[in-house]
C-alpha cells in the first residue's frame, strides 16, 4: 500500500491564483481530513470528512473548498491564494479497527503565495 | 469540537534526563490520541487511550488518561536524541483538534 499521497510536494502561488492540492489514500479508509501548519504551530484542522459525498467544516475553512466524490480522494482548492494561506498542508485518513481510529497522515505540501 | 491544552509548550533537556508533557481539557474526553512529529515530517500516530485511569507503555514511553478523563500524560523515561520533536495529544474520533503540541528538544 502507498498509503496517504500528496501532490505536489512544493508549490509557489501568486496572490489571487487558485489551485487544486491533492490528497488520496488506499487503505479504503472512509474519514479524510486536511489540516494546516504554520511555522512553529500546531495543526488547524480545514475541512474533514466522513464519507464520499459528505464534508464539513474544521476550525480554518474560510477560503478553501474540498469535495469527496471517490472513497479514495479528498482533494483541496484554494479559490483564490493569499500570503496567509502560506503553510504546510497535510492530508490525513483514518482507519477504523474496533475502537481506535488512529490518524495516517500524507508527507505535506509546502505552499508559499507571494 | 473538544479542545486540549496542552503544556509546556516548549522542553529543552539533556539526553538522560526524563521527560513529561501533560493534556488538560475542560470536558470529558471519550478519548486521547498521542501522536509524535519529527522535524520536517508529518505526525505518526503513536497510542490512543479510552479507558479511565489507562496507563499504556511503549519501551520508555508511558501514557496515562486520568480517572475524570479529562486529562492526559507522557512521560519518556532516559530520553534519546530520537525523541526529538513534537508530541501532540488530540481529543475526538474524527474531528480531530490538535492545538500547538509539546516540542521537545534533547541535547547530546
Known amino acids: 500500500n502507498a498509503g496517504v499521497t500528496q501532490t505536489p510536494k512544493f508549490q509557489v502561488l501568486k496572490t489571487g491564483q487558485s489551485m487544486t492540492l491533492q490528497c488520496a489514500q488506499d487503505m479504503n479508509h472512509e474519514y479524510m481530513s486536511w489540516y494546516r501548519q504554520d511555522p512553529g504551530m500546531g495543526l488547524r484542522l480545514i475541512h474533514y470528512?466522513?464519507?464520499?459525498?459528505?464534508?464539513d467544516q474544521g476550525e480554518v475553512p474560510n477560503g478553501y473548498n474540498v469535495s469527496r466524490s471517490t472513497t479514495e480522494d479528498f482533494p483541496l482548492r484554494l479559490l483564490s491564494a493569499a500570503p496567509s494561506q502560506t503553510s504546510v498542508y497535510f492530508c490525513?485518513?483514518?482507519?477504523?479497527?474496533?475502537?481506535?481510529?488512529?490518524?495516517?497522515f500524507g508527507p505535506g505540501t509546502r505552499l508559499t503565495v507571494t | 469540537g473538544q479542545q486540549v491544552m496542552q503544556i509546556p509548550q516548549y522542553q529543552h533537556v539533556q539526553e538522560g534526563e526524563d521527560f513529561t508533557t501533560y493534556c488538560n481539557s475542560s470536558t470529558t474526553l471519550s478519548n486521547i490520541q498521542w501522536y509524535k512529529q519529527r522535524p520536517g515530517g508529518h505526525p505518526v500516530f503513536l497510542i490512543q487511550?479510552?479507558?479511565?485511569?489507562e496507563v499504556k507503555k511503549q519501551k520508555r514511553l508511558t501514557f496515562q488518561f486520568g480517572e475524570a478523563k479529562k486529562n492526559s500524560s507522557l512521560h519518556i523515561t532516559a530520553t534519546q536524541t530520537t525523541d526529538v520533536g513534537t508530541y501532540f495529544c488530540p481529543g475526538g474520533y474524527n474531528k480531530l483538534i490538535f492545538g500547538a503540541g509539546t516540542r521537545l528538544a534533547v541535547h547530546p
Open positions: 487511550l479510552v479507558k479511565s485511569g
Open positions: 470528512s466522513v464519507g464520499a459525498g459528505i464534508t
Open positions: 490525513a485518513s483514518s482507519y477504523s479497527r474496533g475502537s481506535t481510529y488512529e490518524q495516517y
